[in-house]
């Protein structure tokens, strides 16, 4: 048997003490009962809103083969006499267990930050990275303060490339992070007026950003978007901290991975890649220009930690956008089809325009329109009225003359969008949706986008639920 971790080596590295007649190991970590795999161990963490100590016997009858649990919680729990570690805070427990796993890691470690595009960045490596090594990357955005040390413990030993995402709506969070992760390569995507509510200005988020900088290992590398205002604020902070390998990705005609040109379509995407005095052409399976930036950011990544760049190339041809982050879904209505763009992970200016313009490259079909369905960006706190009324710049220039809005904060919008624009505005999520079931027809291409925490998720489930998809042997009539 191959274990992830053998339980002495737990034990030792979480400081820990065994209670019962323990397995050998464990062959995966888990922190959510439901999902557990048989084998794997359940760490017992207590969130904002649940503790794990509750549902640590549910762990057990899905297969859990040992428990860590906290010592003050060990009486609450009664006659239970399960395999189990015993520490004193599970959280911190499983924060030693992921340094012990970087500490044993041979593999080249990179590090994503960013204001946008981070989880697509930390995939679009995932994905390029594999045809040369063993990749172990963040599963979806696990980029917190659990997220982050969950996925080092999870890391095989024997792991090639290690991909972590790291994020912050605070100034400090990022520091303790990538100490753990201690990157040899840090990437920041850009940097944008997300979590404004929290901030005084773009350039205290960019210093907060530049916080990655600060686990970089002796002799690491740091990657830079060329193209973002805050090029030279991030350039200077990486010199300050003595860091000697400052890289850049851009449109801009000294970044070192260069984007010579591209070419946009509905469903994939082509670009030209000046890297190393040679240009290179670069198919995406996706589509948007947001899209093949990241991908320059990325292919630099392989070229810096000695990949194959010519089967990392190859491998983003087969690229798909994530759920919530693009993916496109062909839906049957009547006799015909209509297409959904799913954006509705999350939501920030930058995103919006993002997609918006993804919006405006894809083609309807017969008397179909295009339909951008909008919800409040949130987290904007003193700035949030003038975020959402400059999105009627990007929507006119991009010509979209179909706007379907919901929440408190798209109401600035609505009054910001002149007559041309046929504007439907609901308060409540859930009173948009009706509205959009009911009022799309065939040849529509719809983009929903909006912050997670307004739920816009539900307007794409509602619509996946309603329309079946489009299959490529059916006739439009």
Known sequence: ??????????????????????????????????????????????????????YASMAMANGASLLVVSEARL???GRLTVPMIVVEDVLAALGRL????RARSRAKIVAVTGSVGKTTTKEMLRHVLSPSGKVHASVASFNNHWGVPLTLARMPDDTDYGVFEVGMNHPGEIRPLVAMIRPHVAVITTIAPAHLGNFKNIKEIAAAKAEVFEGLEPGGHVVLNRDNDQFNFLDRTAQSLGIEHIHSFGQHAKA?????????????????????????EVAI??????????????LGVVRIVGADIEKAIAALATLKPEKGRGKRHRLSIGSG?????????????????????????AEPTGRGRRIAVLGDMLEMGEY????????????????IEHVWLAGADMAALRESLPESVHVEYREKTS???????????????????????????????????KFPAFSDTQREL
Not at 261 to 277: H, K, P, R, V
Not at 285 to 298: S, V
Not at 340 to 361: F, G, Q, T, V
């Open 98 to 101: 992921g340094q012990a796993s």
């Open 1 to 54: 048997m191959s274990w992830l971790w053998t339980t002495e080596d737990m034990i030792a590295a979480m400081a820990g003490r065994p209670f019962g007649t323990l397995p050998e190991g464990i062959t995966g970590i888990s922190i959510d009962s439901r999902s557990i795999s048989p084998g794997e161990a359940f760490f017992a963490i207590k969130g904002d809103r649940v503790d794990g100590h509750d």
């Open 285 to 298: 399976g996706a589509p948007g220009r947001h899209i093949a930036e990241n991908a320059l950011a990325a």
């Open 337 to 361: 089809s209509f297409t959904l763009i799913d954006e509705s992970y999350n939501a920030n200016p930058a995103s919006m325009r993002a997609a918006i313009a993804l919006l405006a490259a």
């Open 431 to 465: 009173e948009l949706t009706d509205y959009v079931l009911n009022s799309v027809v065939p040849g529509d291409v719809l983009m929903v986008k909006s912050s997670l925490g307004i739920g816009f998720g539900k307007i794409v489930a509602a619509l996946l639920d």
């Open 256 to 280: 070192e991975f260069r984007l010579a040109e591209f070419n946009g379509a509905d469903e994939n995407s082509t670009l030209w890649l000046t890297i190393g005095g040679d240009t290179l």
């Open 75 to 77: 009486p609450a729990m």
């Open 384 to 399: 949030s009225q003038k975020v959402h009324t400059d999105l009627a710049g990007p929507l006119l220039a991009a010509g």
